[in-house]
T-cell receptor, first 114, second 115 residues
Framework: GDSVTQMEGPVTLSEEAFLTINCTYT??????LFWYVQYPGEGLQLLLK?????DKGSNKGFEATYRKETTSFHLEKGSVQVSDSAVYFC?????????????FGSGTQLTVLP | GAVVSQHPSWVICKSGTSVKIECRSL??????MFWYRQFPKQSLMLMAT?????????EQGVEKDKFLINHASLTLSTLTVTSAHPEDSSFYIC???????????FGSGTQLSVL
């Protein structure tokens, strides 16, 4: 079945450091890929997405590129801020499945120190 | 933006009791709601999909008699964990899809601890 594997946390960085959170997936066909973010006390929010190979999703300084050859969708940000502290979830939505049934990774806790 | 309210955010209960978790879409009509469960260091796993006015569809391995889902209105779905046991301790989260949009909106989750 479909699965998502993401980098285990927690990850602790200093402000302005470079961030990478790795995510790889296993799926048949051509899934859509997502990164969700959960800030403390809030629900998951869609951060960015990519729907086909070589697409780059971007939002709030975060980027992720859909790499079919490596089945990856790594999340990157050039300079993190304290306000980026949150849990980040990588997810996929398989083609042909019920719309918006997502398969999630286990989440990565990011803490950014001032 | 659209908001999904999930309550309670955490609950502690004794083994054998039942716990109800509510998921409300505050400013949109949710035709479909999803319930997920996450054990420590594991993925969010889909438990069931509920459509307003019909019975929920449960994923393989999820006991429908233990995890009762009611989606009686377009703004409210409830998950009741019946006769809870310590192994049911987990993080439960709901999401809702609006009638107009394909986007999913998530609740903030409920941490259940069964003693």
């Amino acid at each position: 079945g479909d699965s998502v594997t993401q980098m285990e946390g927690p990850v602790t960085l200093s402000e302005e450091a470079f961030l990478t959170i790795n995510c790889t997936y296993t799926a048949t066909g051509y899934p859509s890929l997502f990164w969700y973010v959960q800030y403390p006390g809030e629900g998951l929010q869609l951060l960015l997405k990519a729907t086909k190979a070589d697409d780059k999703g971007s939002n709030k300084g975060f980027e992720a590129t859909y790499r079919k050859e490596t089945t990856s969708f790594h999340l990157e940000k050039g300079s993190v801020q304290v306000s980026d502290s949150a849990v980040y979830f990588c997810a996929l939505s398989a083609t042909g499945g019920s719309a918006r049934q997502l398969t999630f990774g286990s989440g990565t806790q990011l803490t950014v120190l001032p | 933006g659209a908001v999904v309210s999930q309550h309670p955010s955490w609950v502690i209960c004794k083994s054998g009791t039942s716990v109800k978790i509510e998921c409300r879409s505050l400013d949109f009509q949710a035709t479909t709601m999803f319930w997920y469960r996450q054990f420590p260091k594991q993925s969010l796993m889909l438990m069931a999909t509920s459509n307003e006015g019909s019975k929920a569809t449960y994923e393989q391995g999820v006991e429908k008699d233990k995890f009762l889902i009611n989606h009686a209105s377009l703004t409210l779905s409830t998950l009741t964990v019946t006769s809870a046991h310590p192994e049911d301790s987990s993080f439960y989260i709901c999401s809702a899809r609006s009638r107009q949009h394909e986007k999913l909106f998530f609740g903030s989750g409920t941490q259940l601890s069964v003693l």
